[in-house]
């Protein structure tokens, strides 16, 4: 324990230092270019094109000869390695360049981030699942048929693709992530294709993007009702009608939510 400490202490004193910064865009470069060699050092995947063409599929895609499984394949290798490469370049300096820091006992260090209690965590919850999860009526929440044949009908294409086995294209990486279909995909396995159920699923996801906003201002404001009324002016202005990723807190939440955990990391 006392030795996570000392990293602790290390890595808080090496992000005041002014070669932070520039150590992290350097780990950036660095990780996107490791990124980009892993890639181009993937094996090329044509069975997927192969199989297209003896179907008789025919696109853009199938004529280059560009499989959509080497996409899938690119995102997770590329991602994994531009992450692994940068934090650890990173990690590795500050670990270093903080060991010149003052040592620091947990007993001389005064945490500057506020407590959370659980019943604090509970009372957020409720609020934000009450108020704009839309239990009551997410049901029936479609505003047109072009809403529901544009924006839900494209999200659910791609699930649709995974569920028969299919792989993702590039178009769905750009826009929302592999990882919003997959969990759909998984959702929809297990308790059956529904469109209902995909509307609860997508609304639901606003309480905890709304409890990550509260958490972050939590930390920055250093007040309960602060961090609450932010939150909910937050989910009142920003929180779509339509059943659709891109009108979801979601898109946001998982940024947020590490924003957060950082900002309370380093002052804790």
Same mark, same amino acid.
């Given at each position: 324990?006392?030795?996570?400490? %000392?990293?602790? !202490?290390?890595?808080?004193?090496?992000?005041? /230092?002014?070669a932070s910064f520039w150590v992290a865009a350097l780990a950036l470069l660095v990780g996107a270019l490791a990124a980009r060699l892993s890639?181009?050092?993937?094996? @090329?995947? @044509?069975?997927?094109?192969?199989? +297209?063409?003896?179907?008789?599929?025919v696109s853009q895609t199938i004529l280059a000869e560009h499989s959509k =499984?080497?996409?899938?394949? +690119?995102?997770?290798?590329?991602? #994994? =390695?531009?992450l692994l490469i940068s934090i650890s370049i990173w990690v590795a300096w500050a670990i270093r360049a903080g060991k010149n820091?003052?040592? %620091?006992?947990?007993?001389?260090?005064?945490?500057? =981030?506020?407590?959370?209690? /659980?019943?604090?965590?509970?009372?957020? /919850?409720?609020?934000?699942?009450?108020?704009?999860?839309?239990?009551w009526n997410a049901r029936a929440a479609t505003l047109t048929a072009w809403s529901a044949l544009s924006e839900?009908?494209?999200?659910?294409? $791609?699930?649709?693709?995974?569920?028969?086995?299919?792989?993702? =294209?590039?178009?769905?990486?750009?826009?929302?992530?592999?990882?919003?279909? $997959?969990l759909v995909a998984g959702l929809l396995h297990f308790f059956g294709t529904?469109?209902?159920? $995909?509307?609860? $699923? #997508?609304?639901? &996801?606003?309480?905890?993007? &709304? &409890?990550? #906003?509260?958490?972050?201002?939590?930390? /920055? !404001?250093?007040?309960?009702? +602060?961090?609450?009324?932010g939150a909910i002016v937050i989910g009142i202005l920003c929180i779509g009608p339509v059943p659709a990723m891109s009108w979801s807190l979601a898109r946001v939440g998982f940024g947020v939510a590490a924003i957060a955990s950082l900002n309370r990391a380093l002052n804790s």
């Open positions: 324990m006392e030795r996570l400490r %000392q990293v602790q !202490n290390r890595l808080q004193c090496a992000v005041t /230092l002014p890639i181009h050092l993937l094996p @090329t995947r @044509t069975d997927d094109v192969v199989t +297209a063409r003896a179907l008789g599929i =499984s080497g996409d899938s394949l +690119a995102y997770v290798v590329g991602l #994994i =390695s531009a820091c003052p040592p %620091q006992s947990s007993s001389t260090i005064a945490p500057t =981030s506020p407590r959370v209690n /659980l019943i604090e965590v509970v009372i957020v /919850l409720v609020v934000a699942f009450g108020f704009f999860a839309r239990i839900e009908g494209e999200m659910l294409a $791609w699930v649709d693709t995974v569920l028969r086995g299919g792989a993702l =294209s590039r178009d769905t990486f750009c826009l929302y992530g592999p990882l919003s279909v $997959w529904s469109l209902a159920l $995909w509307r609860y $699923w #997508i609304f639901a &996801l606003n309480a905890p993007a &709304l &409890l990550a #906003i509260y958490f972050l201002l939590r930390g /920055l !404001n250093r007040t309960r009702i +602060a961090a609450g009324l």
